[in-house]
Nanobody, 118 residues
Framework: QVQLVESGGGLVQAGGSLRLSCVAS????????MAWYRQAPGKQRELAAS???????NYADSVKGRFTISRDNLKNTLYLEMNNLNAEDTAVYYC????????????WGQGTQVTVSS
């Protein structure tokens, strides 16, 4: 059973920074890709950033240049470095992992709240 546990959320002023972490149970090498999604109040969950097993990254236009996704396979940890935060970044951030072999498995963490005060 794969578990993803996020941490690092909190309250920050506009212009500030936060780093989110997601620790995965088991080896991250088994995941084809990992990602950070976010869901603001009253809105649908959206992709913020993703990274493949080979390290290829992808970002939503709204976070490009401000967020950086990275992974440490030895520590089984996914990170999201968030800089120059603004009120529109306020959301619950979820860690996501996908494993595809015979079947496609999708795993989610419980989420961590990020609140940016203006």
């Amino acid at each position: 059973q794969v578990q993803l546990v996020e941490s690092g959320g909190g309250l920050v002023q506009a212009g500030g920074s936060l780093r989110l972490s997601c620790v995965a149970s088991g080896s991250m090498f088994s995941f084809n890709a990992m990602a950070w999604y976010r869901q603001a109040p009253g809105k649908q969950r959206e992709l913020a950033a993703s990274i493949t097993r080979d390290g290829i990254t992808n970002y939503a236009d709204s976070v490009k240049g401000r967020f950086t996704i990275s992974r440490d396979n030895l520590k089984n940890t996914l990170y999201l470095e968030m800089n120059n935060l603004n009120a529109e970044d306020t959301a619950v951030y979820y860690c996501n992992a996908v494993r595809s072999d015979t079947f496609r498995y999708v795993y989610w963490g419980q989420g961590t709240q990020v609140t940016v005060s203006s």
